[in-house]
């Protein structure tokens, strides 16, 4: 199966209003370029220089939108250019997005990730503590920031019904944060969940933003 063909498939499997950001971390530029070439324009990566470097050699109409592990020194790296942070996880993170975007005379938009998995591992914000820093306010004061929803993982198991309650649970949460923190806006409206293996439950789940990478670029789908 080509990257062309993949891509179509997992399009065709989508509702409407779901958005498909092709996640392109560990795949090469010609891959990217492939996938850009039947149409595909945002694009995830989870890596600083790995994206960089796509950055540099690729169209400039891309969308790229990060999805790793977000460390406070490196935002000054990607503000020039990043379409999204998807893995914003502390107000101190927030801030130094504030402080970068600032100085680069741009907003950039970013999703609160929720830990909602029962593993330990996964990063992210536990949801008392998400509500406390909304409920502290000081995000309001961020006018480079602009929150457009929530993001998060589920664990990773087989097991269907537990999936289908984390993503549940994430609905719940981003409509609960949006009619106490963002009834008038209409940028907080992205509930980003779903990956190669769980996007089709996600999706029934509330999801209106998936993350596949392995469905569309690796060869053996
Ligand atoms: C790698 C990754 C994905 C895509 O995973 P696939 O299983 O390859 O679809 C989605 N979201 C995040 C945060 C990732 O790191």
């Known amino acids: ?11 065709n499997n989508l509702l409407s209003n779901v ?9 090469t530029i010609d891959d990217v370029r492939e996938a850009y070439e039947a149409g595909q324009r945002v694009f995830g990566e989870s890596r600083e220089q790995e994206l960089r470097l796509k950055y540099d050699a690729l169209p400039k109409d891309i969308e790229w939108h990060f999805i790793g592990h977000m460390q ?12 999204m942070i998807e893995t914003v996880d502390s107000i101190k993170l927030m801030k130094e997005i504030e402080k970068q975007a600032t100085k680069n ?13 029962q593993e330990e591992s996964k990063s992210g914000m536990l949801p008392d503590d998400c509500l406390a820093m909304f409920d502290e306010g000081e995000w309001r004061e961020l006018s480079h920031v602009r929150i457009c ?12 019904a537990q999936i289908r309650s984390e993503f549940l649970k994430a609905k ?3 409509d609960l944060i949006r009619q106490r923190y963002f009834a008038d806006s209409e940028a907080f409206r992205i509930r980003s969940y ?10 029934e789940c509330g999801s209106n933003h998936v993350r596949v990478g392995s469905s569309i670029f690796s060869a053996d789908n």
């Open 105 to 117: 005379s741009r907003t950039i938009d970013v999703l609160l990730e929720l830990h909602l998995a």
């Open 1 to 11: 199966m080509s990257i062309k063909s993949n891509l179509q498939k997992v399009r």
């Open 72 to 83: 406070t020194n490196k935002v000054k790296y990607i503000a020039p250019y990043i379409s």
């Open 19 to 27: 958005e498909l950001v092709a996640v392109s971390k560990y795949h």
């Open 149 to 160: 929803g929530i993001m998060m993982m589920a664990s990773n198991t087989d097991d269907e």
């Open 194 to 203: 779903g990956m190669s293996g769980d996007y089709l439950i996600a999706q």
């Open 172 to 174: 719940e949460l981003f």
